[in-house]
């Protein structure tokens, strides 16, 4: 390094200097890949979009969006039955995660979150100066009391400013009941803010536990089962005062003008979303026998992907295999816990051919 750059790195922020990152999965830009890496829907989204684009560009582009996307709010308080003011949205669910960890956590304080899981929920503690503090899950997937606590070192409940818990949980796919969700929020001394990015295709969700308990926010992504994940949306929803400190966070105009009419539209159809659900939940089904066959452990899922290990050999080899034929799946290492395949649903020929050359290797 020369000794300007060396002065230069001086004024970052020891913080982002020492921290790693976070890594999206593979995105390769040219054609021809089997992608069942990233928990993409594999079905486009609904075709009444088209036509709130072209409204949008009829409209021009000239002029600044709607700072708190009103006409989605409008549209999903009458779907999900909510205020439209205990709604804020955001470009994706992880800008939802960031202005709520903006909002909560100071510098020195501490976040919590289940390990494994999201790996971004740690970046982003890292980046305010805060700490991470993983509570790991039994192996079963299910949470120890340890992770409603207040703290989990004797220091004062003060310094645990926010918790995380993604239900469904990445990678396993495992869901908290909501009951149990409702008894962790009341026990702990903080906000908990429920990451229910794959929520649509559980049987369960926490969505009512929001007006029982302040201390619950519940977020969602259109990336997955709305199949926006190229438009970039997602939403929140908490009570009205809580939502009101989260809007001083967010940037000025977090989200466009065609993602918000877009997304309205998409929220709106619900018809699309239950047909491109119950075709995704007939081929989870399809994966998890087809994986099992082979001799994986699979967890039983209740999102748009599987989480699988094999017992009797490495799986990294098995995900270099796969990708030399252009078949993208996510290999994950979790250090103290493991390693193992993501699989994501795609549609059921993409998930035969992955089924079959995982076979052919084995």
């Not at 009458?78 to 205990?86: F, K, N, R, S, T």
């Not at 929001?210 to 438009?231: D, M, Q």
């Not at 989480?307 to 290999?331: A, F, T």
């Amino acid at each position: 390094m020369s000794h300007l750059d060396s002065n230069f790195m001086s004024h970052v922020r020891p913080e982002i200097e020492a921290m790693a990152g976070y890594v999206p999965g593979e995105q390769p830009q040219e054609g021809g890949f089997t992608k069942l890496n990233t928990n993409e829907n594999p079905y486009p989204p609904s075709p009444a979009i088209h036509r709130a684009i072209e409204e949008v560009l009829r409209r021009g582009l000239q002029k600044y969006p709607d700072p708190l996307a009103e006409s989605f709010r409008s549209t999903a308080s009458a779907i999900l039955g909510v205020p439209p003011d205990w709604i804020l949205c955001g470009n994706g669910s992880d800008d939802i995660l960031t202005i709520a960890t903006r909002t909560f956590v100071g510098q020195g304080q501490r976040l919590r979150l289940p390990y494994p899981s999201y790996i971004l929920y740690r970046a982003l503690a890292q980046i305010q100066g805060a700490a991470s503090e993983e509570v790991h899950f039994r192996r079963d997937w299910s949470l120890p009391k340890e992770f409603s606590l207040p703290a989990d070192d004797g220091t004062t409940s003060g310094d645990l400013r926010l918790v995380f818990l993604p239900n469904p949980n990445s990678p396993s796919g495992t869901v908290i009941p909501p009951q149990q969700v409702l008894e962790i929020a009341e026990r702990l001394p903080c906000p908990l803010l429920v990451d229910e990015a794959y929520a649509d295709f559980a049987a369960t969700n926490c969505l009512d536990l929001v007006a029982r308990c302040e201390k619950i926010l519940v977020s969602r992504s259109l990336s997955k089962s709305y199949a926006l994940a190229g438009l970039r949306f997602g939403y929140v929803v908490a009570q009205p005062h809580i939502i009101q400190q989260m809007i001083k966070v967010k940037d000025s105009y977090n989200c466009d003008a065609l993602s918000i009419a877009v997304a309205a539209t998409a929220l709106g159809d619900q018809q699309w979303l239950e047909q491109t659900r119950a075709r995704i939940l007939a081929t989870r089904r399809r994966l998890t026998e087809g994986m099992r066959a082979l001799g994986f452990v699979t967890v039983d899922s209740q999102a748009n992907f599987t989480w699988n290990i094999h017992p009797d050999r490495p799986v990294r080899p098995l995900y270099e295999r796969l990708k030399e034929d252009r078949i993208l799946v996510r290999y994950m290492d979790y250090p103290g816990w493991g390693d193992g395949l993501r699989i994501t649903v795609g549609t059921d020929e993409e998930v035969e051919g992955c089924l079959a050359r995982l076979g052919a290797i084995l």
